[in-house]
């Protein structure tokens, strides 16, 4: 996609550090980081959000996060990793690319990334 942050960064035309590549994904290190270690992981293709990747890249992104988030926490010596995702405006996707942060997690870090607000 021609305006995609995301996209220009998989065809390496914007700048990013990249931390760690498959076929199909990158990880990178966000712009704001909330913790150390925090890294986003995007597919190389363009998806928009949840309802519009399918299976298989979803699959495969799965995987991906679970290689990235290992060698996070190993290298960064976390004792946890949070996976957090957001689709739609709404829900505060800030860029229309579909991605996963990866946030690892240490004690007494005092970051609180749950949700709050009960029904």
């Known amino acids: 996609m021609v305006d995609c942050a995301f996209c220009k960064i998989v ?3 914007a700048p990013a550090t990249i931390i760690f590549e498959s076929a199909s994904s990158l ?3 966000p712009l704001e980081p909330v913790a150390k270690g925090h890294a986003l992981l995007i597919p190389k ?5 949840i309802f519009d990747i399918g299976k298989s890249d979803l699959e495969q992104l799965a995987v991906d996060a679970k290689s990235l988030s290992r060698e996070l926490a190993a290298e960064k010596h976390a004792t946890g990793i949070n996976l957090l ?3 739609g405006k ?3 996707q800030s860029v229309p690319h579909f ?4 946030v690892p997690r240490y004690p007494d870090d005092g970051l609180d990334l749950w949700i709050k607000n009960r029904l």
């Open 85 to 87: 995702h957001a689709s």
């Open 99 to 102: 991605h996963f942060h990866i």
């Open 11 to 13: 065809c390496r035309e």
């Open 90 to 92: 709404d829900a505060q």
């Open 27 to 29: 990880g990178i290190v």
């Open 45 to 49: 293709e363009h998806f928009e959000n």
